[in-house]
């Protein structure tokens, strides 16, 4: 029988989930339910910070009316490797688990429905989507945001 490989545990990929995203499930009452970090960092991202504003065309020129910045747009892509196991870190919320990258997004896809169903959203359950990579507080950049689902592909 082949021994099972372990992506997370080979090399310098034991320390990968340090440059992933981690989500934290949250109830109302703030106390974190449940726990998800990608096994590695995404090939691409992308940050769109749109601005929220209206522009109206006049006989005498242009009106333009500001709001401010609109919600922050988050696009992670990237591969999911192989069918090497890779660890998916709990911190602290169970045990981790090793997956394949397609069963990690479909246990992925599963959280999120759990968390995002009508039962949870009456519970006022949050989601949190955190940039490992970057340590709050240290580099001045805002490493964390409040998540709502748009589009799993």
Known sequence: MAEKQYLANVGDNLQLYKKAYLMEFVDGGGKVINVFTFSI?????ELIYPQRKTETKTFGGLHV????????KIVLSGSTVNQELKRIYKAGKGNDLFLSGEAEIYHLRDLIEEYKSPKNLQ?????????LSKV??????????QFFWAILR
């Open 136 to 145: 709050a507080g240290q580099s001045g950049i805002k490493n964390y945001w």
């Open 65 to 72: 009316d500001e709001y401010g910045t609109d919600a922050v």
């Open 41 to 45: 960092p995404p090939e691409s991202e």
């Open 123 to 131: 519970k006022n359950t949050k989601v949190y989507l955190y940039d």
